[in-house]
């Protein structure tokens, strides 16, 4: 397998269960947001959204010396499986909820705040559970807001670069993805490939927003 190859392979692992987790723990928390007048709401949102300001490198940097043997993620983690977190496939995956986790709540979170309440008043009054109205009755109404915002998590994911080399380093097969190949090909003046490359992305990146702009042109009927 071509080194391109084989890094496509690992940004798409990557991308695909990064983008399955964030799709279980992002509607709760996106709910919430939209619906609670917690005063907690305002500090919640900001660190959901930190990602959006920060550099990568710092993020990253973070991330880096928690997942260390000795860091709060790190050291269960060492504990359990006698491996170190940073500089690992698993280490990516954490690394990626983190820094794609505001591209698939805050359009969840934007497309929940239309919910009528009436419409919830009235399943509450037919004793419906939150939970059982928030599974059958929002989710389902909500899915091209779900499905424009895990196609969103999936293409960041697979452009990552400063989390990345911070916390996974350069391992192929396991960490080196495709932002990282296309870096080392530059380095290595192997132009060829670095077109190649950054070809496969920008068509991706194309074609993702070409999908999540039909998406968002088709909303969700009103509730």
């Known amino acids: 397998m071509s080194d391109t190859l084989l890094a496509a392979a690992v940004s798409l692992g990557l991308a695909t269960v990064t983008t399955l987790l964030l799709l279980l723990l992002s509607p709760p928390l996106a709910w919430w947001l939209a619906q609670s007048r917690s005063r907690a709401r305002p500090l919640v949102e900001a660190l959901v959204a930190l990602p959006l300001v920060l550099p990568p490198t ?11 043997p000795d860091g709060f993620l790190g050291a269960p983690w ?8 940073a500089f690992s ?31 919830l008043e009235a399943a509450a009054a037919l004793g419906a559970s939150p939970r059982h109205r928030f599974l059958t009755l929002i989710l389902p109404m909500h899915r091209r807001a779900l499905l424009a915002a895990a196609v969103l998590g999936f293409a960041h994911t697979v452009g990552e670069f400063g989390i990345v080399l911070m916390i996974g380093g350069n391992i192929p097969g396991e960490t080196r993805v495709l932002s990282i190949a296309l870096f080392d090909q530059v380095e290595a003046l192997r132009y060829a490939d670095a077109h190649a490359t950054a070809g496969l992305l920008v068509t991706f990146a194309i074609a993702t927003l070409i999908l999540v702009y039909r998406l968002q042109a088709n909303p969700e009927p009103r509730t």
């Open 58 to 68: 710092v993020i990253g940097f973070y991330l880096l010396l928690s997942m260390a």
């Open 89 to 119: 496939f698993s280490g990516l995956v954490i690394g990626s909820l983190v820094y794609s986790l505001p591209f698939v709540v805050q359009p969840l979170s934007a497309s929940f705040r239309t919910v009528d309440p009436g419409l």
């Open 78 to 85: 060492y504990a359990a499986t006698g491996r170190a977190l």
